[in-house]
């Protein structure tokens, strides 16, 4: 039996779309005309699933709210010892999210059929990463289901957390910059020219800063449309050169190189990554693969690349922290972790431990980056408007100079 997206039409001539469940389409359309419904399209989920992947993609993705909140119910109703299958479809009638519900029903299609939970939860791949997928197959296989589904929950819900600070330590930054931008953009176009063409009919020699401010002013407004475009073309010139590889590899590199964007950069990096191994690790998933699953997560290349190469030197008997740190992109002290973890046979509690030390030093990061740019933004924003207003009222104070 699977699950079915419909859309039918009623005896009003109104279009009504839902899910149901059946054996085939035939069913469906059947089910449909016994509900007085007149069938338009049904399409299996997976496979409107994929088209929608395939067309849509990024616009209509779920959120990593939704999915954390599907599988903390998910593992409420497993624990609590309900079939796999039952607890899908309660969890499926418990969200109000019409593409939620169709997934989880095409997922417990997949487990009605016989197949395991990560094979149906693979149909939707851009939904559930292999993280998720290779960690949930190691909590089958080990019959640990629900502990793997609540790790799951919580590994969801602290990245979210930390992609939300990250988010909201910016955003202040940005828009106060923004506003500045404006303001001054405002004052050298529109205020400026009206207070300085009192001075020009002078034809008498202005101060040079008056002078500067009357030349930025002219060339901001004939100009100042094209600096835009230039500014728009730039940015898209940029983009589309770090869609190649090796391109994006070297811009990479140079950010790693950068004092403090690199550190930024490096933290992240590490605590997504030590977080991520450190879940797969607690699932029992081979160390292999839980390297490599966790490098996928790590969106600074040369960093990735670190990872799959310590993941040969690991395959080849090497010790996981000596050949994280032969890249030297990881922070010594995660290298210790792990070290010490593999020593005492505790790599699951220290690769954890690295994770929250990560986090404790990127919040911090964040936290005094925010308290000194918006000060800091300010006094230049300040600094801007003074001047204008010097080189607006010197010649003022020179009046007298002016007219003789």
């Known amino acids: 039996m699977g699950a079915f997206e419909y859309t039918a039409l009623d005896a009003g001539g109104k279009e009504r779309k839902g899910i149901l469940e059946g054996d085939t389409p035939r069913h469906i359309r059947q ?7 007149l069938p338009v399209t049904v399409n299996e989920v997976s496979e409107r699933e994929a088209g929608r992947q395939r067309s849509f993609g990024s616009l209509r993705r779920v959120s990593a709210a939704d999915v954390t909140l599907l599988t903390r119910q998910l593992a409420t109703l497993v624990h609590a010892g309900l079939p796999l299958e039952e607890s899908l479809l309660a969890v499926s009638q418990q969200t109000e999210k019409p593409r939620v519900q169709s997934i989880l029903l095409g997922v417990r299609s997949r487990v009605m059929e016989g197949h395991t939970l990560a ?12 993280i998720y997928r290779a960690t949930v197959a190691a909590g089958e296989q080990a019959g640990h289901l629900d502990t793997v589904l609540e790790r799951l929950a919580d590994y969801t819900e602290s990245r979210e957390e930390i992609r ?19 303001i001054v953009a ?20 202005l101060p040079l800063i008056t002078r500067i401010l009357i030349g930025t002013s002219h060339f901001l407004r004939v100009n100042g449309i094209w600096l835009v475009l230039g500014t728009v073309v730039t940015v898209v010139l940029v983009r589309r050169w ?17 004092p403090l964007a690199g550190k930024l950069v490096r933290g992240f990096n590490t605590a997504r990554f030590t977080r991520t191994f450190s879940i797969l690790s607690m699932s029992s998933v081979p160390v292999l693969d839980a390297l490599r699953i ?6 600074s290349l040369p960093m990735r690349d670190a990872v799959l190469e310590a993941a040969e030197r690991v395959r ?16 010594p002290m995660t290298i210790h972790l792990i070290s010490s973890g593999e020593s005492s046979g505790e790599l699951d509690a220290m690769l954890a ?3 929250v030390s990560q986090e404790r030093e990127l919040d911090a990061i964040m936290a005094a980056m925010v308290g000194l740019l918006g000060p800091l933004l300010i006094v230049i924003m300040g600094l801007f408007v003074m001047g204008i207003v010097f080189a607006m009222l010197l010649p003022i104070f020179r009046l007298d100079d002016l007219i003789h």
């Open 294 to 299: 966790a490098g996928e997560v790590v969106t």
């Open 353 to 355: 431990q690295a994770a």
């Open 242 to 258: 770090l869609r190649n590889p090796a391109a994006r590899r070297r811009f990479h590199h140079l950010v790693l190189r950068m």
């Open 31 to 37: 089910q449909l005309r016994e509900r007085q419904l």
């Open 119 to 130: 094979d149906g939860l693979a149909e939707f791949p851009r939904v559930f990463p292999e």
């Open 164 to 182: 939300q600070k990250i988010l909201a330590a910016m955003l202040y930054p940005i828009v106060l910059t923004v506003m500045c931008f404006l």
């Open 316 to 331: 080849e008997g090497a010790p996981i922290g000596r050949s994280l740190g032969v890249s030297k992109l990881f922070p």
């Open 186 to 205: 405002a004052l050298m176009v529109y205020v400026v020219p009206k207070v300085i063409s009192v001075f020009q009919a002078s034809k008498a020699k």
